[in-house]
């Protein structure tokens, strides 16, 4: 496979991912287009692990500016990418939730950030 082909592909999902955050208007879908940039970073590191390593063999480890890199770096930096996706998930619903508990709306646009607006649809 041509080194090029995953970092179009991850390109083409960070810009959908990019295009979702700025054009929906409902709190989940802006969620699914955070999580699909996360995936596009993954498969850059990945990719660029695999490329990085073609590219070094053959090539004596004492010629290389840096130290010698771990075995699949670019799997470790990802995996520590699903985590914190996983994370952002879990917050960000519990937000989302919570958000649709008390305006039964999920819509991004109308989301106010002072307190007192709460306070006022409360009291009348």
Same mark, same amino acid.
């Given at each position: ?53 073609? %590219?070094? %063999?053959? !090539? ?7 130290? !010698?890199?771990?075995? /699949? ?15 952002? !998930? ?5 937000? !989302? ?22 306070? /006022?649809?409360? %009291?009348?």
């Amino acid at each position: 496979m041509h080194a090029v082909i995953p970092y179009v592909i991850a390109s083409l999902l960070f810009a959908l991912g990019v295009y979702g955050v700025l054009r929906r208007r409902n709190a989940i879908m802006v969620l699914m287009a955070v999580e699909l940039m996360l995936n596009a970073i993954n498969l850059i590191l990945v990719a660029a692990d695999a490329t990085v390593r073609a %590219t070094l %063999t053959g !090539v004596q480890a004492e010629s290389w500016a840096y130290p !010698v890199p771990e075995p /699949k770096s670019g799997a470790i930096f990802a995996l520590f990418v699903i985590v914190l996706a996983a994370a952002e !998930v879990g917050v960000g619903l519990a937000i !989302v939730l919570q958000y649709y508990r008390l305006h039964r709306d999920v819509v991004i646009d109308e989301v106010g950030l002072d307190q007192h607006d709460h306070e /006022k649809q409360v %009291t009348g």
